[in-house]
């Protein structure tokens, strides 16, 4: 691992946390992005990187933030989406790695597309 590689991660694991904490949005719309075109992942490689740093403890200390700045967080109902979101994750993944690399990009760009176009039309 050379320094400009390390010098990516750096700015990779800032700009997501950044994110993350700023809008709620880091590994899909930011990492996994910079991790293809800034360090050349495949797409399945990116996915996996971004699940793997999300964990638990990087996206608790965020919502806690909310949590006591004022913006109650209900814990039960996260928990109960938790459990779930942890099955959809493994339903999920087993569904993306038997997609073949470029196919699941064109998906993962729909889906960032649709989602921009929509936010940005809401009021």
């Given amino acids: 691992m050379n320094l400009t590689v390390v010098l990516s991660l750096i700015i990779i694991g800032l700009l997501a946390g950044i994110f993350s904490g700023f809008m709620g949005v880091g ?17 399945h490689q990116a996915q996996g990187m971004s699940l793997a740093v999300l964990a638990i403890p990087v996206t608790f200390v965020a919502a ?4 006591s700045s004022g913006h109650p967080i209900n814990w039960k109902f996260a928990l109960i989406i938790g459990v779930f979101f942890v099955l959809g994750g493994l339903i999920g993944s087993k569904f993306a790695v038997r997609i073949d690399q470029v196919m699941l990009k064109k998906i993962f760009a729909v889906v960032l597309v649709v989602a921009a ?7």
């Fill in 117 to 123: 176009v929509k936010l940005f039309f809401s009021k």
């Fill in 64 to 67: 806690y933030t909310y949590h």
């Fill in 27 to 43: 590994g899909g719309v930011v990492m996994i992005p910079i991790l293809i075109l800034l360090l050349g992942y495949d797409q």
